[in-house]
């Protein structure tokens, strides 16, 4: 079954991308997590988002296109990126939210996908 | 209705086989209200609610932009995990509590903002909802 793992940074973790004296620990740690899931065998996808002041809301109404800077949430955290993992329950997803970099310093949700019928 | 679930993903899959390199990646996250969500399991609503996803899909095929996508469960499954002091606490429920969730994302790769923004509007979410349309960052390492 596929788990969505959402990544939700603080300023803090977002500012270490581009940060010299940091940066090279903060990919560090996120290059370790994302081996460890591959050679695990249970990564579907992964992909990190630029920060959330880039992200443009949009919605339909009245068939008006309304625009607005900035991600439809406004939280202190934000999702900095996510990965998809296939494993055979919700237990073992949470395990690795827990070992997910982003765990100790914003939080990671974690949400079951609808399954496929085949 | 699952069914347009599967043939969505199958095309998102092929067409991440066959993408040729041609813009920037973007992801648009679908936040769905309440009233949608109960739509997918609605004997009379269903059909009409997963035929319009099928449709967009469909359409981001087409257009050969589409590089991935799900559908999550509703965010009453999730679960929000932080660690403080190497102790893991895990709690019921989304990071973000607000009424329109997260209800899944397409992952589209299109020239420029504008081009995500008007397949952002495009989508069915977008009537009753939102999309959030958030460009991706260059992650060293990644498959």
């Given amino acids: 079954m596929n788990y969505l793992i959402l990544i939700y ?7 270490a991308r581009t940060d010299e004296a940091r940066a090279p620990e903060y990919w560090q740690s996120w290059s370790n997590y994302a081996d460890a899931l591959i050679a695990s065998g249970i990564f579907v996808d992964g992909n990190g988002l630029q920060p959330a002041t ?18 439809f949430a406004d939280t202190k955290e934000q999702l900095g990126g ?15 939210a827990a070992r997910c970099p982003a765990a100790t310093d914003g939080a990671v949700e974690v ?8 | 209705m699952k069914r347009h679930h599967f043939s969505l993903l199958a095309a998102a899959a ?15 996250l679908i936040y769905e209200t309440p009233d949608e969500l109960a739509a997918r399991t609605d004997d009379t609503r269903g059909a009409a609610y997963w035929k319009a996803f099928a449709d967009y899909g ?21 679960k929000t995990v932080t660690v403080r002091d190497d102790e893991s606490v895990t709690t019921d429920g989304p ?3 607000s009424s329109t969730q997260l209800g899944g994302y397409f992952v589209i790769e299109v020239p420029t903002l504008d081009e995500a923004l008007q397949w952002a509007a495009k989508a069915p979410s977008s009537l009753t909802g939102a999309v959030e349309v958030r ?7 990644m498959p």
């Fill in chain 1, 82 to 96: 996510y990965f998809v993992v296939n494993v055979p329950d919700l237990d073992t997803a949470l395990e690795w």
């Fill in chain 2, 58 to 78: 469909a359409a981001l095929q087409s257009a050969g932009i589409i590089r991935g996508g799900a559908a999550l469960q509703p965010n009453t499954g999730a």
């Fill in chain 2, 135 to 141: 460009p991706f960052y260059p992650v060293p390492g």
């Fill in chain 1, 9 to 15: 940074e603080s300023e803090h973790g977002v500012a």
């Fill in chain 1, 54 to 71: 880039t992200a443009t809301t949009v919605r339909l109404r009245d068939d008006k296109r309304l625009v607005h800077d900035g991600p």
């Fill in chain 2, 95 to 97: 990071h973000a509590q």
């Fill in chain 1, 111 to 118: 949400r079951p996908a609808l399954p496929p019928r085949d």
């Fill in chain 2, 14 to 28: 092929l067409a991440v086989m066959t993408a040729t390199a041609n813009g920037d990646q973007f992801a648009l």
